[in-house]
Nanobody, 122 residues
Framework: QVQLVESGGEVVQTGGSLRLSCTAS????????LGWFRQAPGKEREFVAG????????LYADSVQGRFTISGDNAKNTVYLQMNSLKLEDTAVYYC???????????????WGQGTQVTVSS
C-alpha cells in the first residue's frame, strides 16, 4: 500500500526559501515516479514538479522552473521540494503524489498525501 506523508510547510516571507519533504512507504521509490502538486484557494490543483523512478528525469511547471528543485533520497524513501525565491502566488496546499510520467512529459498521479500548507507573506 502506498502511503505518503508530507512535512515542512510553514509561513515564509516573499523571497525566502523552504524545503518540503515527503516520506513514502517502502518500495514506493522503486515502483512509482514521485511528484508535487499544489492547490491554492479557489483554484484547481496544479502540477509543480515530478521526478522519475531512479531520479533520471525531472519535470517542472513553468511557473516554478529555476526556483524549485525536486530530488529524492532512496535510502530514506523521501522526496524533497526545495523552494527558493518564493512569491505570494506560491501560497497553496502542497501535495505529494506517486504515479507515473506520461508520454507527453506530464505527470499522472495515482496516490496522494494529505498535504502541507505553504503560506508566503509580504
Amino acid at each position: 500500500q502506498v502511503q505518503l506523508v508530507e512535512s515542512g510547510g510553514e509561513v515564509v516571507q516573499t523571497g525566502g526559501s523552504l524545503r518540503l519533504s515527503c516520506t513514502a512507504s517502502e518500495r514506493t521509490f522503486s515502483d512509482y515516479a514521485l511528484g508535487w502538486f499544489r492547490q491554492a484557494p479557489g483554484k484547481e490543483r496544479e502540477f509543480v514538479a515530478g521526478i522519475s523512478i531512479r531520479g533520471r528525469i525531472t519535470l517542472y511547471a513553468d511557473s516554478v522552473q529555476g526556483r524549485f528543485t525536486i530530488s529524492g533520497d532512496n535510502a530514506k524513501n523521501t522526496v524533497y521540494l526545495q523552494m527558493n525565491s518564493l512569491k505570494l502566488e506560491d501560497t497553496a496546499v502542497y501535495y505529494c503524489t506517486a504515479g507515473g510520467l506520461g508520454p507527453h512529459s506530464d505527470f499522472e498521479p495515482n496516490y496522494w498525501g494529505q498535504g502541507t500548507q505553504v503560506t508566503v507573506s509580504s
